[in-house]
């Protein structure tokens, strides 16, 4: 199938080169076609089988990828406290937005309340003198019940999460008790 | 005529003081939206969602932030938000409306219609949405579930995932309130 001049002409001409390994290749391309032609039809279907079902494994594990985030591995992007993180939202919502919207937050705020609704375990931290003011409400993550039954209201404590954005409070998710100061 | 003006602009004032008393506020709102298809269920669960009511003209508002809800998988939260709703854009999704017929006097459970316009996805529907209200508890609570369809809101669906994704998705909500002071 190869021309009979092709020991000649390496090394002389790149194009004609380029031509002849194209050829090596489409040759081998054939090979390999009439190799899964030639089998016979058992050896045909499992390997069919086979890509399939690594595929589709491939595929569930893509789909299936937990969104369980563990906040402790990741860096944090944001100090600030509760008072400061309100404030910003009253005087600029979009500056305020753009610099803690889903960024990892590590907030320092006083208890306010603690809350268990559904099924949850929520942090209120307060955010200003006033109650119109609103809150930043923590949602805290399964694993820190235990942690959370130990603050009360008054306690001043540090909590990292991820900053959703503001209703009238700010709204953390994910979040993790870093560290808690009684009777400060 | 001024005087009568005045008047009313000062009885007004007033009067607008004294609902603030008869509030209630909901701020841990719980908003759920299921999708069932044969290929796949999808449920998102955001347990933020704040709701007033003010009980002197029967006004219910609500709203969420879209990029606070829960997903089980991080690639559905991740087409939620980036693809569907593009939550950058249209950060959070509102209802105003009215409840119908409501008497706040009445202890334990009643069934009433909400009406009012839901915007999501930067698209106002209006929406007609059952209710129970129970009181019973010395709470006002909230819950209901309504139906609504993909398309009305704009929201493309790549045509590979057309099979994924149930074209109407099923709501479900429940909101305990309390006292509102301001």
Redesign the interface.
């Known amino acids: 199938m190869l021309p009979k001049v092709l020991p000649l002409t390496i090394g002389n001409n790149i194009f004609y080169n380029a031509f002849v390994l194209t050829l090596v290749q489409y040759n081998r391309l054939l090979l390999a076609i009439n190799f899964i032609l030639n089998m016979n039809r058992i050896t045909k279907r499992i390997i069919i089988v086979l890509t399939i079902l690594i595929l589709g494994v491939i595929f569930y594990w893509?789909?299936?990828?937990?969104?369980h985030i563990n906040i402790l591995d990741k860096k944090t992007e944001v100090h600030t406290n509760a008072e400061n993180l309100m404030s910003s939202f009253i005087l600029n919502k979009e500056q305020a937005?753009s610099d803690y919207?889903?960024k990892i937050v590590e907030i320092k705020g006083i208890v306010t309340k603690v809350?268990y609704?559904?099924k949850?375990c929520?942090v209120f931290l307060e955010a200003g003198k006033n109650?119109?003011e609103g809150?930043i409400?923590c949602?805290m993550q399964t694993n820190q019940l235990h942690n959370v039954q130990q603050i009360k209201n008054g306690d001043s404590v540090l909590i990292k999460g991820i900053f959703?954005?503001f209703?009238?409070?700010g709204?953390m998710?994910n979040c993790v008790l870093l560290n808690t100061y009684i009777d400060e | 005529m001024n005087k009568l003006i005045k008047f009313l602009f000062v009885f007004s004032f007033f009067t607008g003081i004294g609902q603030n008393s008869e509030q209630i506020i909901a701020?841990?709102g719980?908003v759920s939206f299921f999708s069932y298809t044969s290929v796949?269920n999808i449920k998102a669960e955001n347990?933020?969602a704040?709701s007033i009511i003010d009980f002197s003209n029967n006004k219910i508002a609500a709203?969420?932030?879209m990029?606070?809800f829960?997903?089980?998988?991080?690639?559905?939260?991740e087409h939620f938000n980036e693809s569907y709703i593009e939550s950058d854009i249209h950060?959070?999704a509102t209802f105003e409306g009215e409840i119908i017929d409501f008497d706040a006097s009445i202890n334990g459970i009643q069934t009433k219609m909400v009406q009012g316009i839901f915007t999501l996805h930067g698209i106002s529907k209006e929406l007609e949405i059952k209710t129970d209200i129970d009181s019973s508890s010395g709470k006002f609570v909230l819950t209901g579930t309504f139906e609504t369809f993909v398309k009305d809101y704009d929201i493309k669906v790549p045509p590979l995932l057309a099979g994924n994704i149930a074209k109407t998705i099923s709501v479900t909500f429940?909101f305990?309130y309390e006292p509102y002071?301001?």
Do not use: V, W
């Open positions: 893509y789909l299936s990828y937990d969104s937005n919207k889903e809350s609704l559904n949850k929520t109650k119109e809150y409400i949602d959703k954005g209703l009238m409070d709204i998710l | 701020r841990q719980q796949e347990n933020q704040l709203s969420m932030l990029n606070a829960i997903f089980e998988k991080a690639l559905m939260k950060p959070k429940r305990e002071e301001k």
